[in-house]
């Protein structure tokens, strides 16, 4: 069955400086895959997602993430991370009857100042 | 703008009632999406419908019925509640066929005591 793995629950990273979230996916297949962010209080707003072609997605806010086939991993990054940036974020993958989104766990960003 | 709307935002309600959550799109999107939040377990899938009447189960649906007789309406029932259904419910909506362009309300928070 498909999966999404965010190994890291909690990450605090100061402002200015650059940022990864990592997610890792299982899948049987080539995989659609998105990452969401929740600011406190609010609905998921996607970020970036990843159907085909380029490994490298660009999103909103600056995000950006790489599709890594070898690794399973879709990583997001920001070069320059604004205490805005704070929330919650979320991997997420296409189940395999292409129904529904399965998402990992979530990793909380603090930015310190 | 495009939305999906959750009639209430917070509820209290008390074991063994009948609950009733509600979710409004005016986006004419065929597929709809109840998945539950909680810390440290992420979304889960309870539900989705893909058309009007017709619905299949998700990851959790066990506790929950849904209830889709209007395209724009999608009902999250929980026919008795118990405290460990306390939780944050979101609902989405998408185009069907696709794969992006999930939209997430904001969010119910449900406390059961």
């Known amino acids: 069955a498909q999966s999404v793995t965010q190994p890291d629950i909690h990450i605090t990273v100061s402002e200015g400086a650059s940022l990864e979230l990592r997610c890792n996916y299982s899948?049987?297949?080539?995989?659609?895959l998105f990452w969401y962010v929740q600011s406190p209080g609010q609905g998921l707003q996607l970020l970036l997602k990843y159907f085909s072609g380029d490994t490298l997605v660009q999103g909103i806010k600056g995000f950006e993430a790489e599709f890594k086939r070898s690794q399973s991993s879709f990583n997001l990054r920001k070069p320059s991370v604004h205490w805005s940036d704070a929330a919650e974020y979320f991997c997420a993958v296409t189940n395999q009857a292409g129904t529904a989104l399965i998402f990992g766990k979530g990793t909380t960003l603090s930015v310190s100042s | 703008d495009v939305k999906v709307t959750q009639s209430s935002r917070y509820l209290v309600k008390r074991t063994g009632e009948k609950v009733f959550l509600e979710c409004v799109q005016d986006m004419d999107h065929e597929n709809m999406f109840w998945y539950r939040q909680d810390p440290g377990l992420g979304l889960r899938l309870i539900y989705f419908?893909?058309?009007?009447?017709?619905?299949e189960k998700g990851d959790i649906p066990e506790g929950y019925s849904v209830s889709r007789e209007k395209k724009e309406r999608f009902s999250l029932i929980l026919e008795s509640a118990s405290t460990n259904q306390t939780s944050m419910y979101l609902c989405?909506?998408?185009?069907?066929?696709?794969?992006?362009?999930?939209?997430f309300g904001s969010g119910t928070r449900l406390t059961v005591v």
């Open positions: 899948y049987g297949a080539t995989p659609y």
């Open positions: 989405a909506s998408k185009i069907s066929g696709t794969d992006y362009g999930y939209t």
């Open positions: 419908s893909y058309d009007v009447k017709m619905k």
